[in-house]
């Protein structure tokens, strides 16, 4: 059983930055898929970003050139730099852990991003 513990989130004004980090229990990092999901109230979880083990990553459009995944397969860590930051981006913030032999999925308890002045 993979355990995530995600922390970072917090208040920040608008066009202010935030990193968000997932520390992963798994010893066997490098075979995990990893990504960061969001959900905001009264809406369904969204995928933000995902990296694959060998570093490939993938974004949707909403945080392109804003947001940064990146992962320490030696640390079996994940992190989310979050830069320009707007009011529509508050959300819990999810990290995810899907291992690519058997497909699972494991999920963090979520941290808390609001973005207000």
């Known amino acids: 059983q993979v355990q ?3 922390s970072g989130g917090g208040l ?3 066009v202010g ?3 968000l980090s997932c520390a992963a229990s ?3 990092f490098k075979i995990f898929a990893m990504g960061w999901y969001r959900q905001a ?3 369904q979880r969204e995928l933000i970003a995902t990296i ?3 570093g490939s990553t993938n974004y949707k ?3 392109k050139g804003r947001f940064t995944i990146s992962r320490d397969n030696a640390k079996n860590t994940v992190s989310l730099q979050m830069n320009n930051l707007k009011p529509e981006d508050t959300a819990v913030y999810y990290c995810n852990a899907r291992n690519v ?3 699972l999925n494991y999920w963090g308890q979520g941290t808390q991003v609001t973005v207000s002045s």
Do not use: Y
């Open 41 to 43: 109230p009264g809406k």
């Open 4 to 6: 995530l513990v995600e």
């Open 52 to 54: 694959t083990a060998s």
């Open 101 to 103: 032999l058997d497909g």
């Open 17 to 19: 930055s935030l990193r």
């Open 26 to 28: 798994e010893g066997i």
């Open 61 to 63: 459009d909403f945080v």
């Open 12 to 14: 920040v004004q608008p």
